[in-house]
Structure formats: structure tokens, C-alpha cells
């Protein structure tokens, strides 16, 4: 059956991303909110922590690059970005700012920097699976299938 | 002058005597001429049939001339006028007139007459043929009653014997028979045995071999053949001396079987098996058979046959059903002995079951509790064992129970409705902590036309599930588990695996096809059929250290069973995973506007109120990704909510209609407690305020003093799951107060 073949795929698909620590189970808690009455939920908060994500990089970026760097407006945005990643699930974009943080109250630029481009890689990284995986989603929408849930 | 005239000639005297000799006689002819017609009229008038009558006139009329001629030539004999001359002559005349036309009618009438005397004598013959006919038809009747009265003689009565008998008593009363006799084939068909005789009341058992040409000629004619008396079947009587033995005659008389009635075709006299039935006249009576007699005979052999295979048909009936009856009363016994063994059983299993689970549970309980007093490492070590063995133990008992009562049939299925997706949902909720400690992922697809509801045993389905995903749980130790469900089509039921699976349609029914996949351990293909077997076990060494007591798929095979189903393991080899197969028939249930359903699926984990309706909830949050998120959970929980994403628009916002409040505490450059404080000052009491719940991250420190102190009613640490915001909110709804640590 083409359905449970494409289920199957998005299982393990999403299996190694939850293996590979990319997402936590707060990402399964949204899932479980997607029903009829509310069938994009995924999709549309994903999409808001695209739009918020970037946002707040450009705005980290600009604010590091700054000759005095800012760093209580580094942290609260840092702090924004960690609060959406966490409130969807993106666990290594969350551990990354954890990690940003840090350094922040240690207010060293340079760590600080190295920390922006890991949060970036993390986040481009985050932004090309979720995409992929809802990818696979839509696939099995238009072949009348439903998407497993997830649990932890 | 007396001169002779030319006249009569002057008699001579002789001739007087002469002429009175004539004289008379012509009177006497006269007379008897002028009776003759009245004696005719006399008798034609008398008769009324004569049909000549005018014919009889003209001979009247003729006789009456010829007697008046005669009587006018009296007077001729003397002297006489000339008148009477010419009266004779006139009379004569007439006489010739109507003698000729008589005589010419004569002519015609006379064969007339004649051929009256044929018919005559024709219909006297006829009659006496009708009489001879008449004769006839009175024996056949005759004959007719006879037989009507010897058929309802035999058949009266369902006894072969009686049969017989009556036969031979009637047939010889009927036909004044001084013997008659019945030969029977023996057994062995080779000879005939003499079985019944009229006169002798016992007959010794005479046998002649059947294999003579007068008993085949017999035999092979279904007509009664007259034999010789000298025939050995006929000499029965030891013969009188000089006296003439009545004529013989033999007619078969065939012995029809339950088989020789074909549905289609009567039967054909194709059976071998005949009687003979030898009747004999009275000697020296010069008697002969008649044929009306010969088909008496002929029609009474056919009746006696058919009486006879009605005898014998009903004592084929009264046996079978004699020995029903025996084996009724065989069955009867051997099935109250069963009852009263299974009630026994029934029995020792209950008084088992109580007796054996109250000490178990007493150990458990009781080992549980020593669990949490104080002990050093090694009781402590001791005493999970005694646990984990008294919960193994527990469950094999249980396993046993329920097995010994799924086998004899005495277990019902409890069919009620129930929520089937909540059905998964709960086996995915109670299967998840031990997934996760393996750090297995489990996940669950259920088909979108897979209905809500179903009618079924809710419980022994749930067994089952848990039976099967708990074993794919067991037997890996990495990878991941998944559960599709959906409905099975008939082209998908008919599994080469399941060749004696005969799904039956119906309306109100569906089955229900649930496959867990794992990428577990595996199973070997040899040990695939042992899977379901009681107690056996697989070798491998990981099977070894699960521990289990191998009844658990057993049991569910039975369940599975019960619902009309079939359950069966697919693996493609130890290493590569195995795939759970099962089909269960499940009802749809019927819904009518009084008897609605809940909708709500049971959480039994959790006392939690499980959706809120209509319950007004405004959440502060700055950040969007998390609002929406928290938004989205209320949401799913059935609440009406309103979100605002700062301390002002809170503040603004907040009224009597809400009933819970979510802060945000960790909104930079906002203190979450001073809000707390501004939303209490917006109502004059707290009770008539909305709940506060604060949302916080877990890298925060709180005391829960602090919280009390500003009238938050709850912290909640995010992330926040569905389940925890579902208790979250009934625990603060319920209590009014509600404290999460991390």
C-alpha cells in the first residue's frame, strides 16, 4: 500500500530526527493539538518561528555587529529565539541558546559570535528538516492517509 | 212350356247327395270366411302394435267377398233368378278385384313380415349376449370387492406375521382354496423355505433349492402361472390316493427394500429377492382357474408386497428410533457428568482465584510499602526482587485464570461502546514510560474512516493491544514501533496466512485491522507457528532474559477468536523486525438523539477534567512562537481564549469573565509578580478574580511562598504538554491551587 509506505518513510523520517535530537517532545505536543478543527497547527506555528527566527538572527547579527555590543538586548533576544524554539521543540536551536546565553553574561563578543553562527547552522538545519518532514506530510494528505502521532 | 233354358242343366238325380255335400260345405266356408275377419279385427284391436292394419282390412274385406261368393252360390244350387245372378256375379267380381290387389300387396308385405321375425331373433341374441356380459362384470365386481376387502384385510395392519397370515386366510376364504402357502427366501437367497400354509398351523420348515425351472418361470413373469401339482412347491398335502389334485397355480411376490424406491422411477422389479405364493383348488372338484381369479391372485400378490416393505419400513423405524432413544439417554448422562465436571471446576477455580490472589496481593502490597521505608542497599535489592516475582507471579495466575475459562468457553466477551481512537490513545499512554526508557519511539496511525465509536469488549481489546505492543516493547531495544489501524477490506482479510478465516459481511459490522511493526529482535520463521501455543517459549537468548510466562499471546489468540477475528506474526528472520497482524470484528454502534455518547475518552491515569468547555482563558505571553502554542493547547482543550502579548494589554484586557489567567513570568523587563499584584487590585476580592497560573521556563528559581503571597494560584513550567495543562487547569479549577516543581 503506497499510504503505509509514505507512512512509514515520514515515521522513520521522524524517528531520526527526534533520534538525532533535532526535535523533543514538545514538538509531539503540537502534533497531538493538529485535528480537524485545527489542521495546520503545525504547520502555522512552524511557520511563525520561521518568520520570528529570522527576524531575531538578523537582529542578533546587527546587534553584535555593533561596535558596543548590547548585551541585554543580545540576551532578550537570545531569550526570544530560545523561548520559540523551545515552545516548538527545536531542541539543538534551544541548547545552542542555552549555550549563547552563557555567554552573553560572560558578555565575551567573540563567543558570542561563534555561538550566532552555531545557532544559525542549527537553525538553518531545524528549517530544512521541518520543511522536509512536512514535505512528507502533505504526501500523505493528498494520497488520503493520516499522519501517525508521534510519542516519545 | 217347361223348356230347359240355356241355364243350368236339370240336375241328374245322383247328384242330389252330391249337392248337399256341397251345399254344406260352402255354408261351412262361408261361416268360418265371415269369422276369420272379425276374429282379425277382434285380435288387431286387441294388440295395439300391429302396424298392417289396413292391410288386414283388405283381407277382411277379401274373406268377407270370397265368404259372400260361397254364401250366394247356396241359392245357386236350385232354381234362382236372375238377380241373384247377378248379385253373384257382382260379388264375384269384387271377390277377383280385391283378391288381386291383396295378392299384389301380399307381395310386398310379406318380407316385411318376415324380416320382423329376424329382428327377432336378433335382439333375442343381443340379449342374451348383454346377459352373458352382465354376468361378466357381476364376477369382476365380485372379484373387485374381494380384493378391496383382503387389501384392507393386510393392510390394516403393520405386522408382517398378521400380514401373511390374513393373506392366506382370505385369499383361500375368497377363493375356496384348499391350500395355500407362502415360500420365503432364505437368507442366504439359495433356497425357499416354506414360511406360511392356510391349513397347517406350523408349518416344518421346508426348503427346496430356488433354483428350478418352474420357480424361475414363475420368478420371471409377474402374471400367476399354472403349475404342476407334481411341482415340488406344490406338494404340500401328501397326495390321497386315486383322488385328481386341484389345479396349481404360483405367483411371485416380489420383497421390495427402502432402496428399491428411486425418487424418479418406480421400482423396477429388478430385486432379486421374490416369494413364491402357491394356491391350490379342491382336490377332485373339477374346478379351473378362472381369470378373473388368476388377476385376483395377481393384484393380491402386489398388495401384499407393498404391505410387506410397509412392515418392514416401519420396523427399520421403530429400531433406529429405539436405539435413539438409548443413545439419548447415553448423551444425557455423559452431558450432565460434564456439567457437573466444569461446575466443579468452576467451582475450584473461583474459591482458587480468591484464595490465591489474597495472599498475592497482601505480598505485594506489602512489599511495596517495605520499598519505601528505609533499607539498606542489599534489602533493598532483595525486596524489588520479591516484588518483581509476586507481580510475575500475580500475572500468571491471572493469565492461567482467564485461559482455563477462555478454553472451555465459559468466558463471554463484555460487548459495550467505547471510544476506539481513545482506545489507542490510552494504550499509547500507558505504553509510553517504558518506551521511553528504552528510548523507543512509538507512534500511531489510525486510519481517517476508522469510525470513532464501536461497539466490542473494550477491555479484553484493550488486553490485547497491550498484550501485542507490549511484546514488541519487550523485544527491542532500539528503533521504533509503530501502530496502524484501519478497516479491512475483504480483499485484505483473506490472508494465505489465515486460510480458515471466512469473514462474514454485514451491515452493522467492521473489522478492525491493527499492525505493529518493531524493529525489534525478530523471530525465527520456524518458531513463528510455537508463537501461540501455551507456554512455549522462543530460545533465543534475548526471549530468555524477558522474562513473561508465554501465555500472554495464547490468551490474546483466544480473545482475538472470540471476536471473530485472527491474529498472526509476520518476521522476516531474527534481527529484521517482526510485524503483529490482527483482524477483529467490531460492531458500529447506533446512535440515537437520547443516548448520546460521551465524548470525551477516559483517562483513567489521571483524575483530570478532561475538556473545559466554554472556559474563558486569557493568556500573556511577548513571545509569538509561544503564544500561539499555549493558545493552541487551551484551544484543544475546548477553552474560549484570548492572548495578549503585553503587561498593559493585559492588564487593559483582563474582566470578570475570565477565569484563568496564564503570565508569563520570564517576559524580560517585566515582573511578573507586580502584574499579579496589578490584576488582584482590578477586583475588589480574589474569589470573584480570575485563577492566575504562571508560565515559567525551568531555568528560574521560585518559591512557592512568594507566589502565594501575590495570590498566584499555580506555576506551571514550560514546555507545557496537553496532558499537563489539562491537570494543570482541572487542579487549579478544582483546588484553586496548584504547585509544579521541577
Known amino acids: ?152 | 212350356m217347361m223348356e230347359s233354358c240355356d241355364c243350368i242343366d236339370p240336375p241328374w238325380p245322383g247328384d242330389e247327395l252330391l249337392m248337399k255335400y256341397q251345399y254344406i260345405s260352402d255354408f261351412f266356408i262361408a261361416l268360418a270366411y265371415f269369422s276369420i275377419p272379425l276374429e282379425l279385427i277382434y285380435f288387431v284391436k286387441k294388440s295395439a302394435v300391429f302396424p298392417y292394419r289396413w292391410v288386414l282390412v283388405q283381407f277382411g274385406a277379401f274373406i268377407v267377398l270370397c265368404g259372400a261368393t260361397h254364401l250366394i252360390n247356396l241359392w245357386t244350387f236350385g232354381m234362382h233368378s236372375r238377380n241373384v245372378e247377378v248379385v253373384m256375379t257382382t260379388a264375384k267380381v269384387l271377390t277377383a278385384v280385391v283378391s288381386c290387389v291383396t295378392a299384389l300387396m301380399l307381395v310386398h308385405i310379406i318380407p316385411d313380415l318376415l324380416s320382423v321375425k329376424t329382428r327377432e331373433l336378433f335382439l333375442k341374441n343381443k340379449a342374451a349376449e348383454l346377459d352373458r356380459e352382465m354376468g361378466l362384470i357381476r364376477t369382476q365386481e365380485e372379484t373387485g370387492r374381494h380384493v378391496r376387502m383382503l387389501t384392507h384385510e393386510i393392510r390394516s395392519t403393520l405386522d408382517r406375521h398378521t400380514i401373511l397370515k390374513t393373506t392366506l386366510i382370505e385369499l383361500g376364504r375368497t377363493l375356496s382354496l384348499e391350500e395355500c402357502a407362502l415360500w420365503m427366501p432364505t437368507r442366504t437367497g439359495l433356497e425357499l423355505q416354506l414360511s406360511y400354509t392356510l391349513r397347517q398351523q406350523n408349518p416344518v420348515g421346508f426348503t427346496i433349492p430356488i433354483q428350478h425351472p418352474v420357480i424361475n418361470q414363475v420368478f420371471s413373469s409377474n402374471r400367476a402361472v399354472k403349475i404342476s401339482p407334481n411341482c415340488p412347491v406344490a406338494r404340500l398335502r401328501p397326495l390321497a390316493g386315486k383322488y385328481m389334485p386341484g389345479e396349481v397355480v404360483a405367483v411371485r411376490v416380489p420383497l421390495l427394500h427402502l432402496s428399491n424406491f428411486q425418487i424418479n422411477d418406480w421400482p423396477e422389479l429388478s430385486t432379486k429377492r421374490y416369494a413364491l405364493m402357491v394356491l391350490m383348488l379342491p382336490s377332485d372338484s373339477a374346478r379351473q382357474w378362472h381369470v378373473h381369479e388368476l388377476e385376483l391372485v395377481e393384484v393380491v400378490a402386489d398388495q401384499v408386497a407393498v404391505a410387506l416393505s410397509h412392515a418392514a419400513i416401519l420396523e427399520e423405524s421403530m429400531r433406529a428410533r429405539d436405539l435413539l432413544m438409548e443413545q439419548n439417554v447415553a448423551l444425557d448422562l455423559a452431558r450432565r457428568e460434564a456439567e457437573t465436571a466444569v461446575r466443579a471446576r468452576n467451582d475450584f477455580l473461583a474459591v482458587m482465584n480468591h484464595e490465591m490472589r489474597t495472599p498475592m496481593h497482601a505480598i505485594i502490597a506489602l512489599s511495596s510499602l517495605l520499598q519505601e521505608t528505609e533499607l539498606t542497599p542489599e534489602q533493598r535489592l532483595m525486596v524489588e526482587a520479591i516484588l518483581k516475582s509476586s507481580s510475575l507471579l500475580a500475572t500468571l495466575i491471572n493469565d492461567v485464570l482467564d485461559l482455563s475459562r477462555l478454553e472451555d468457553g465459559s468466558l463471554q466477551l463484555e460487548n459495550g461502546t467505547f471510544n476506539l481512537h481513545a482506545l489507542f490513545r490510552e494504550v499509547l499512554y500507558l505504553i509510553k514510560p517504558i518506551a521511553s526508557v528504552k528510548k523507543l519511539f512509538v507512534s500511531s496511525s489510525l486510519a481517517p474512516d476508522l469510525p470513532e465509536f464501536a461497539v466490542g469488549d473494550e477491555k479484553r481489546l484493550m488486553q490485547i493491544m497491550l498484550n501485542v505492543v507490549g511484546n514488541a516493547v519487550k523485544f527491542s531495544n532500539e528503533g521504533n514501533i509503530s501502530i496502524f489501524a484501519f478497516i479491512a477490506k475483504s480483499e485484505s482479510l483473506r490472508d494465505s496466512r489465515a486460510p480458515d478465516f471466512f469473514p462474514v459481511h454485514s451491515d452493522n459490522h467492521f473489522y478492525l485491522r491493527v499492525q505493529v511493526k518493531d524493529s525489534g529482535a525478530g523471530i525465527d520463521p520456524q518458531d513463528i507457528s510455537k508463537l501461540f501455543t501455551k507456554f512455549a517459549q522462543c530460545q533465543s537468548l534475548a526471549a530468555r532474559n524477558s522474562g513473561g510466562s508465554g501465555l500472554g499471546l495464547a490468551i490474546c489468540k483466544r480473545f482475538v477468536n472470540l471476536m471473530g477475528g485472527h491474529i498472526w506474526i509476520e518476521s522476516e528472520g531474527l534481527g529484521k523486525g517482526s510485524t503483529a497482524v490482527f483482524i477483529v470484528k467490531l460492531g458500529i454502534p447506533e446512535y440515537s438523539n437520547e443516548s448520546k455518547l460521551p465524548f470525551f475518552p477516559k483517562v483513567s491515569a489521571n483524575h483530570c477534567q478532561t475538556n473545559f468547555p466554554g472556559l474563558k482563558v486569557l493568556v500573556m505571553d511577548d513571545n509569538g512562537v509561544s503564544r500561539s502554542v499555549t493558545k493552541g493547547l487551551l484551544v484543544h482543550l475546548g477553552c474560549d481564549v484570548t492572548t495578549v502579548s503585553s503587561a498593559d494589554d493585559c492588564l487593559r484586557v483582563v474582566s470578570q469573565e475570565h477565569n484563568v489567567v496564564f503570565l508569563d513570568v520570564c517576559m524580560p523587563g517585566v515582573d511578573g509578580y507586580e502584574v499579579a499584584i496589578r490584576i488582584h487590585e482590578k477586583f475588589t476580592t480574589c474569589r470573584q478574580g480570575p485563577l492566575l497560573v504562571a508560565l515559567m521556563g525551568n531555568t528560574d528559581r521560585v518559591t512557592k511562598e512568594n507566589y502565594l503571597r501575590v495570590g498566584i494560584n499555580g506555576v506551571v513550567l514550560k514546555p507545557v504538554s496537553v496532558d499537563k495543562m489539562r491537570c494543570v487547569l482541572s487542579e487549579v479549577l478544582e483546588h484553586r491551587f496548584l504547585f509544579e516543581t521541577c
Open chain 1, 1 to 152: 500500500m503506497e499510504v503505509v509506505q509514505m507512512q512509514r518513510r515520514f515515521v522513520e523520517y521522524a524517528a531520526s530526527l527526534f533520534r538525532e535530537g533535532f526535535l523533543d517532545g514538545q514538538f509531539t505536543q503540537l502534533q497531538q493539538l493538529q485535528d480537524e478543527s485545527n489542521p495546520d497547527f503545525v504547520v502555522e506555528v512552524v511557520s511563525l518561528f520561521f518568520e520570528d527566527s529570522e527576524k531575531l538572527l538578523n537582529d542578533l547579527s546587527r546587534a553584535l555587529d555593533q561596535q558596543n555590543v548590547d548585551f541585554k538586548r543580545v540576551d532578550s533576544h537570545v531569550h526570544q529565539l530560545k523561548g520559540s524554539s523551545s515552545s516548538i521543540g527545536a531542541q539543538r536551536v534551544k541548547n545552542a541558546c542555552i549555550a549563547f546565553r552563557n555567554y552573553c553574561e560572560e558578555q565575551n563578543t567573540d563567543a558570542c559570535l561563534s555561538c550566532l553562527q552555531q545557532v544559525k547552522q542549527e537553525y538553518s538545519l531545524a528549517k530544512s528538516k521541518l520543511e522536509t518532514l512536512f514535505r512528507l506530510e502533505q504526501q500523505i494528505l493528498t494520497a488520503g492517509g493520516s499522519i501517525p502521532i508521534m510519542m516519545e
